[in-house]
């Protein structure tokens, strides 16, 4: 349950201290893990002469530890306190990016890969324990805006990330490039030790290491019978498989529809992170008017839309144009979803219940990535584009029966039970 002061009166968002922690912290993260991506990308790059599979695998290490510690992760962040899961998160991070420096300095270049491997693994654990810190802390009717700041900041890094590791990786090699990537997680370990402690009953201590397999099992069914929670599981897959489908062949759109050099993909990046800098604004500024499934709703229709434009189009300008207006829907759907999860969720369970989520989006992108180039090759590069436009449609209709459902939650934060949590039907 969010907090208030003891004078009964909601301060404002910016006005809260752990939420401007946790933006200050996530500035810092995202400044360390922008210029390592790019930096990692380039360095591989030119050690394997561009080796398709040596560059994929900067992916793969990306993500798998989404398959393979989103559920374990979430289901310890529930059981840890949120603020020392995060502060240990960002520094064992730190300390595996300066042991991967020696190792660079003395051993193969491929100890690269481990830096992300980590790092992807911790966030896991960290990225729960900041959902959940919210759920305790902010005001339900300012969730919407928290998130907008959240996607806000994304969109910066969207615009300015991918420059600022070419940028330093250019100017002073790899070397420095990861270092400024543990400095920027030591840093965010000291900017958390700034939150207010963590409440002595959340500790992991008080919950017997037997009862782990119970509380995972307890997160599946929690989203299970709880009809909000189970159609996001629907969407969340559906979605994953549109933007799996069409992003994979992204430069191709550049290439084979504009008659572009692939270098031209940059460009429509920049005029997509624009817009969705722009659309988070908006967003904020709507987000107390529009329901978050709503919200997500009018997101995912926008995005079908523009898809299926961008796969039929062959001028620049217009799908510059459906680029931007695309942009600006992807953050209805990021706060849409995020909203609606911390809404719907007990604070015991934001942990497990993103650990359910989050997997099925990506493990749905991921296997359409892997079939988008031989569907392109059977069919066309619109008729992918079209399939990708029509599945978020799916997705939409999908929402349409939750438009009008508030959350209601039935049992205390306290109680963890296998029972039905939640009783909007």
Same mark, same amino acid.
């Given at each position: 349950m969010s907090t208030l002061p003891a004078d009964g009166k909601q301060k404002g968002l910016f006005t809260n201290r752990i939420f401007l922690v946790v933006v200050l912290s996530n500035l810092l993260l995202q400044t360390g893990i922008w210029v390592r991506n790019y930096a990692i990308l380039w360095f591989v790059s030119?050690?394997?002469?561009?080796?398709?599979?040596?560059?994929?695998?900067?992916?793969?290490? +990306?993500?798998?530890?989404i398959f393979l510690f989103s559920f374990i992760g979430g289901t310890f962040a529930d059981r840890w306190r949120p603020k020392l899961t995060m502060i240990w998160s960002d520094f064992l991070s730190a300390l595996s990016v300066f042991i991967v420096l020696f190792a660079l300095a003395y051993g193969s270049w491929t100890i690269i890969y481990f830096v992300t491997f980590v790092s992807a693994i911790l966030s896991q654990f960290s990225q729960p324990s900041a959902m959940k810190l919210f759920k305790q802390h902010i005001p339900e009717n300012q969730l919407q805006q928290a998130m907008g700041v959240f996607q806000s900041i994304a969109a910066i890094f969207l615009v300015g990330g991918p420059a600022l590791g070419i940028f330093?990786?250019? =100017?002073?090699?790899?070397?420095?490039?990861?270092?400024?990537?543990?400095?920027?997680?030591?840093?965010?370990?000291?900017?958390?030790?700034?939150?207010?402690?963590? #409440? $002595?009953? +959340? =500790?992991a201590e008080n919950k017997p290491e037997a009862d782990f397999r119970r509380e995972l099992a307890d997160g599946f069914r929690y989203v299970w019978r709880?009809?909000?929670? $189970?159609?996001?599981?629907?969407?969340?897959?559906?979605?994953?498989?549109?933007?799996?489908l069409a992003q994979a062949v992204g430069i191709l759109i550049a290439v084979?529809?504009?008659? =572009? #050099? $692939?270098?031209?993909? =940059?460009f429509m990046m920049m005029v997509n992170g624009v817009a969705m800098l722009i659309g988070g604004g908006v967003i904020v500024g709507l987000s107390k008017r529009i329901p978050s499934q709503a919200l997500l709703a009018l997101g995912m229709l926008i995005a079908a839309v523009t898809t299926i434009g961008v796969g039929w189009s062959t001028s620049v300008t217009l799908t510059l144009a459906l680029q931007f207006i695309g942009g600006l829907s992807f953050p209805a759907i990021h706060i849409g979803a995020s909203t609606t999860i911390l809404k719907w969720t007990e604070t015991p369970f934001i942990g497990r219940v993103n650990g359910v989520l989050n997997p099925m989006f990506v493990g749905g992108m991921v296997l359409m990535a892997a079939v988008s180039g031989v569907l392109v090759k059977l069919t066309s590069l619109v008729t992918v584009y079209t399939i990708s436009g029509?599945?978020?449609?799916?997705?939409?209709?999908l929402l349409v029966p939750v438009f009008k459902l508030k959350p209601e939650i039935s049992k205390s934060p306290g109680e963890e039970t296998a029972s039905a949590p939640l009783t909007s039907h």
């Open positions: 030119e050690k394997t002469g561009n080796d398709e599979v040596a560059i994929s695998l900067t992916l793969v290490v +990306e993500y798998a530890p330093v990786y250019n =100017q002073y090699g790899i070397y420095t490039s990861i270092a400024i990537m543990g400095v920027m997680f030591l840093l965010s370990a000291l900017v958390l030790v700034r939150l207010p402690s963590d #409440p $002595k009953e +959340e =500790q709880s009809r909000v929670l $189970k159609t996001m599981g629907g969407t969340f897959l559906i979605a994953g498989l549109a933007v799996g084979d529809r504009l008659g =572009q #050099p $692939k270098e031209f993909m =940059q029509i599945l978020l449609l799916a997705g939409v209709l």
